[in-house]
């Protein structure tokens, strides 16, 4: 059974934080749409349920975020878990990458698919500025590792930031079209557009329109309506445009879950969620805990239309 919203858009993929917590500090994390200073995380056993409750209405994938997801001792095992599910045909991540390379290998072992490594910058210098840490060779060793244990195909996350990185752009897609691995151009999100926003915002029509010179082909993906511009010696760069983008919205195909167990039907608001996690924790049915689900999905709607 394919469960679509009150807008006809089907619900096909689950985002789920499995914590807040990171070794990195980057300036413009938004924290997947979370309020700030939770503690409370799901176990693997509750992680799986959800999935479980969702897969029969067409969920087949799952991406873990976080905060970081690889400083839970225990991501191989939330893996494992949403991998035996039945109806999920792949279970994805989005990593810093710092911890990456000691988990590459045993993390496709358990089941995961394929990763997107968040580099916003090939500079050490602006690495630190962007993270608040240092660590910029741990994410290339991550990024190397991840390759070589087969978590493909691997995108690297860049965030263009007004002021900081945008003179990186051609020297990213080389990094990538070396290595095999695809670029994704991200457009800087902030749902209240404050002071931030302002500051470091990045208008991406420069780089669309230096992409569509050098591009053989473009396509349009069928998630979010975004563009893949395929580059001459095979490498692709996506570009990921949320902000005010009405056909953003209107094909967005995922329900998200928050670290502390809420269904969350759009990244940009906090004021429709669904708490799933605590009737788990007081022993719903299966029938309460689909009927939660349910009410998440008839909550959606597009954020701009």
Do not use: W
Not at 159 to 173: F, H, R
Not at 233 to 262: A, L, Q
């Amino acid at each position: 059974m394919r469960l679509t919203d009150p807008y006809g858009r089907p619900m096909e993929s689950m985002r789920v934080a499995v914590t807040q917590r990171c070794n990195l500090h980057c300036f413009y994390c938004h924290q997947e749409g979370e309020l700030p200073d939770n503690n409370v995380e799901m176990t693997p056993e509750e992680i799986q349920r959800i999935v479980t409750v969702a897969a029969p209405f067409g969920v087949e994938n799952v991406k873990l975020t976080g905060g970081e997801p690889l400083v839970r001792n225990d991501i191989t095992e939330i893996v494992s878990r949403i991998r035996e599910v039945p109806g999920i045909k792949e279970v994805s991540m989005t990593t810093n990458g710092v911890l990456l390379a000691e988990h590459a290998e045993c993390l496709k072992k358990f089941g995961l698919s394929r990763v997107n490594v968040s580099l916003d910058t090939l500079e050490p210098k602006r690495f630190a500025q962007i993270t608040g840490a240092a660590g910029m060779e741990a994410v290339l060793l991550g990024i190397e590792k991840a390759v070589e244990a087969g978590l493909q195909p691997l995108k690297v996350n860049m965030v263009l930031l007004k002021g900081v990185n945008e003179d990186e752009v051609s020297g990213m897609i080389d990094f990538v079209m070396q290595r095999g691995l695809i670029l994704q151009i991200i457009e800087l999100e902030s749902p209240d557009e404050g002071e931030l926003y302002k500051k470091y915002h990045a208008e991406l029509d420069v780089v669309e329109s230096y992409l569509k010179e050098k591009a053989e082909s473009i396509t349009v993906r069928r998630m979010h309506h975004r563009r893949k511009y395929r580059l001459p010696n095979g490498g692709e760069v996506e570009i990921v445009r949320p902000m005010h983008n009405t056909e953003f919205c209107r094909y967005c195909n995922r329900i998200r879950v928050t670290s502390d167990g809420r269904l969350k039907p759009c990244l940009f608001r906090n004021d429709n969620l669904v708490d799933i996690l605590r009737p788990i924790r007081e022993g719903a049915s299966e029938e309460t805990l689909k009927n939660l689900l349910l009410e998440a999905v008839q909550r959606r709607e597009p954020y701009f239309k």
